[in-house]
């Protein structure tokens, strides 16, 4: 492999790589604010310049290759001088608002500034101000904070495929807005916020809610289509707050929808049963314990002359392998089938369902549960007189006989409703588990919250069963 | 789209000059050239209308059409004064001409008279900093302005 020197550091790169990437790999920062490794490369906040031996003038590390032999110095005193002079010049109309802004303690601008910046400026003149346009319900703009780094256009023009995010007007007054403040189209603007380094494009769903020092993070997988895309909970005292994405080049590259994004909510929705439940007199839920629930979802399970089991695709392979072994032993005679997406029955149904990341299974592990070896649900069988339903709580339920039905899941209230019995199991971020998604490529959920109220994992709830003697 | 503002003469144009360009992005500004020699100025209508034509989102017109003063995105009076005030105007006295402007129209820089008959704005660089100071009425140049001169075109306008 060819060889360069960065501040004294003897790195290896791939031709064609530039020095941000070949800097990055040895360990050293050269700050930068324009350049994402997903978007096109345009030079144009010239925060990243570094000092090229042989070169006459600083040269921008974004697009310049490394060559072999290439000598190159980040903090020499006149590339210091540079990251101190744009820094100034990128703070000049900035609010410097850091206190009341959701991206403080995550944001390029800030961390630059503390880093590569300094304390003072020289600007007195006024500040140029914004009246922001709205742009529909996902992205919260604040212009006033923009460096006009063109991010957000270059990933709607190259990524989302739609040219929608513009900057209007030039030099000193380009302002970066849809025409109008139209509502943004994409199905992917919560990106927007992703890739902006400052605090011009955030999300209206987190805004206010956390300081981004006080989340805790774990690392899962998107539990909205059969992609599987890569994620990070964020989450505080319990409650999810946010989901961002986690770069994985096969999968999801750097991206992630809003769908998958804002899936999370139901999780905290107040529809949600999370306490076991039993259809009292007046044929609305009522809540229970679990002792009374195991008891009546046994009495109305076992003796069942015909018995379905539905099983949804938003399981892990964990917890369907536990079913596999589960009903044969304990609920004999039943049919066992999946069910997640109407019109998706089979992974042969399943497609991409538009040019970046959507796949038309909404669920996550349709491809596992068929590897699994259970059969799609194809409609009811005649004679069936019960019904077992078990899914997370992504599993499109399909329409279902008025015969005894028993949930255990995640389940909505106006869901729950025909059902004898319910209970309450875990949602994707509640529990560890396994997921194949469209490639074939296993990737892992992780638990990042305790399960919501009474909630049970489902190994939990089958020992339940199995220990629990009918009274 | 509902009904066209563009006439088939803009169209029959526009089918003229694709040939001559690489790609059809690239018929954007004689598009709006076009379009606004027909209407005037460029109201969102024709933006999006000639979006649809070409193929683009029509932020993407907007996003063109503001960067270049010479589109207008308001209405203008028939007589478009714009004056260079760039450095070799500057110094050649273009602010005292705008002022004097001002005076006469009674308007702010930016605005229409009420009677829509003139429209004063200032002008980056009109290349003409050799015969400065510069200004553009309509689609003619005029140079070498002074207080007089400037007062004797003006006057000159129907």
Not at chain 2, 119 to 128: D, R, V
């Amino acid at each position: 492999m060819p060889k360069c020197t960065i501040d004294g550091r003897e790195a290896e790169f791939t031709p064609g790589q530039n020095l941000i990437e070949v800097a990055k790999k040895v360990g050293i920062e050269i700050p930068y604010f324009c350049y994402h490794p997903g978007l096109s490369v345009v030079a144009q906040c010239r925060m990243c310049a570094v000092q090229v031996e042989k070169m006459g003038k600083l040269q921008t590390a974004c697009s310049t290759p490394a060559t072999e032999g290439m000598v190159v110095h980040t903090r020499s005193e006149i590339a210091k001088q540079n990251q101190r002079s744009i820094m100034e010049f990128l703070l000049i109309n900035h609010p410097l608002d850091c206190p009341i802004c959701d991206k403080s303690g995550e944001c390029d601008l800030q961390d630059n500034s503390y880093k590569f910046g300094d304390s003072n400026s020289r600007y007195t003149e006024e500040r140029r101000t914004y009246l922001d346009l709205d742009m529909g319900p996902v992205i919260k703009k604040n212009m006033n904070r923009c460096i006009h780094c063109t991010r957000c256009i270059r990933f709607g023009e190259e990524v989302a495929n739609i040219h929608e995010m513009v900057a209007v007007r030039r030099g000193n007054n380009t302002e970066i807005t849809t025409i109008d403040g139209r509502p943004l189209e994409t199905d992917y603007a919560g990106n927007y916020s992703d890739i902006c380094p400052t605090g011009s494009l955030t999300l209206k769903d987190f805004r206010f809610k956390r300081r981004a020092w006080y989340l805790k993070k774990t690392n899962t997988v998107c539990e909205g289509c059969s992609r599987g895309c890569n994620m990070e909970i964020h989450q505080d005292a319990n409650r999810v707050h946010r989901c961002l994405p986690r770069v994985n080049m096969d999968v999801n590259q750097y991206w992630l929808c809003d769908e998958g994004r804002f899936n999370f909510h139901y999780l905290h929705s107040a529809e949600r049963v999370v306490e076991p439940a039993i259809k009292g007199k007046n044929d609305d839920l009522s809540m229970t314990d679990w002792d009374s629930a195991l008891d009546a979802a046994k009495a109305a399970l076992v003796g069942a002359r015909k018995l379905t089991v539905l099983v949804g695709s938003d399981l892990t392979n964990e917890e369907i392998l536990l079913l596999q072994s589960f009903i044969p032993q304990h609920l004999s005679g039943a049919e066992i089938v999946h069910f997640g997406t109407a019109g998706v029955a089979t992974v042969a149904d399943d497609a991409a369902a538009d040019k970046l990341l959507k796949r038309r299974s909404k669920t996550a592990n349709l491809h596992g549960i068929e590897q699994l070896g259970l059969k799609p649900f194809r409609g009811i069988s005649d004679g069936t007189d019960a019904v077992l339903v078990v899914r997370g709580g992504r599993a499109e339920l399909p329409e279902l006989p008025s015969v005894k039905l028993v949930g255990v899941g995640v389940f909505e209230k106006s869901e729950a409703r025909n059902f004898s019995v319910v209970l309450p199991g875990t949602a994707f971020a509640e529990k560890d588990g396994t997921i194949v998604n469209f490639q074939g490529k296993e990737q892992k959920l992780r638990r990042a919250v305790i399960p919501a109220g009474k909630s049970k994992a489902l190994s939990e709830i089958l020992m339940m069963w199995m220990n629990r003697k009918s009274s | 789209m509902a009904s066209k503002i563009l006439s088939q003469k803009f169209y029959a144009e526009m089918e003229k000059l694709i040939p001559r360009y690489p790609t059809r992005v690239a018929l954007l500004l004689p598009a709006l050239h076009q379009a606004q020699e027909e209407t005037g100025w460029l109201p969102p209508e024709v933006l999006e209308e000639i979006g649809a034509y070409i193929g683009i989102h029509p932020a993407q017109v907007r996003e063109v059409a503001s960067f270049y003063t010479m589109y207008n995105l308001t209405p203008v009076g028939k007589y478009h004064v714009k004056i260079c005030t760039n450095v070799a105007c500057c110094l050649r006295g273009a602010n005292e001409l705008v002022e004097q402007v001002e005076r006469k129209l009674n308007i702010q820089c930016g605005e229409t008279t009420r009677d829509r008959k003139f429209t004063l704005m200032e002008e980056e660089c009109l290349g003409a900093c050799g015969t400065a100071p510069a200004m553009m009425l309509n689609d003619d140049y005029y140079e070498n302005l002074d207080s007089k001169k400037l007062d004797q075109i003006l006057e000159s306008l129907e």
